[in-house]
């Protein structure tokens, strides 16, 4: 049984990884795919680069279209494929297997699953190292004994289905389904494309393996900037999908993401904290979904209330990046 793939990569103003990218999916084993390039406006010589290697390799297809994002340049492939499966891989990311593709069709084989999970690894590029491999583990008991929501519960205690479009391979079909498209000039909006995810009922398998390459330019740490745009945008999708009646699993996933979101508010300047405090606490209701570790931390010093256990989380992760650097 042969799986076709479509790879979606959206580029913009990557020339300098682009070749890395492209060519970590054109030298799988595995052959039977279609390589989606969408050129999102990219000023600089990604639509050239592109080009060179669709003229050199029939499954590769060119999308240029105008700057609109990284949901847009996203959806724009998604209207185009044409695969049994889709993942996505960002430009400046790369896959470092080249049996990628065929330990997936492998899979898609043993298990007929609509979702399967695979591993990633970052690469920090000032140190020139890699560094926190995250490589999901499947129980042996998971696909054979326990319900959906039971199996659910295992990826997320686990810390395995986490709020990300690149480390999933998902059946076309469930996607079009619906209809299912990222939502044009939204933040964080792989969150929202998994809380969709969550509210279908998906057979979800994992491969235990890390190939996916996350490049960081610089660490990623809580000492980052974050902006209020990308705050209001996840305050707007947890309270999009917070009033809905919906699974239990969907909560649990949105009490991961108000814990990141806790923490990252809390990095704002005190005015753009201030204004947003009442719209944060207003979610803190969730924290009773406690299935993510992380959760299930803070749910245990909520005692504290609001304002201090926000002020604890923020120094714990502080504590967490320095103690990893």
Known sequence: LQMKFSIIIPIYKVELYLRQCINSVLNQSY??????LVDDGSPDNCPVICDEY???DIRVKVIHKLNGGLSDARNAGLDIAQGEYVLFLDSDDWWDDVLALEKINLKIKDTD??????GMKKFF??????SDE???KK???IQLTLSHVQV????????IFVACACDKVLRRTIIEQDHQRFVKGQYSEDIEWCCKLLKKKLCIEVLEEAFYVYRQQVPTSITANVGINNIQSIVEIIGRYAIQRSSVPLFHFLANQYVLLMANYMRLPKKEQQMMAHKVKSFWWLLVYNWYPYVKLVSRIKFLG?????KVLRLYYLYQYNWKK
């Open 139 to 141: 129980c042996d008991k």
């Open 134 to 136: 995250r490589i999901p």
């Open 31 to 36: 052959k039977d795919f279609e390589l989606i």
């Open 113 to 118: 699953a609509d979702l399967i999970i695979i």
């Open 54 to 56: 669709a003229s050199r």
């Open 306 to 310: 609001f304002a201090l256990t926000t």
């Open 125 to 130: 590029m000032q140190k020139k190292c890699f």
């Open 152 to 159: 659910l519960q295992e990826y997320m205690q686990s810390n």
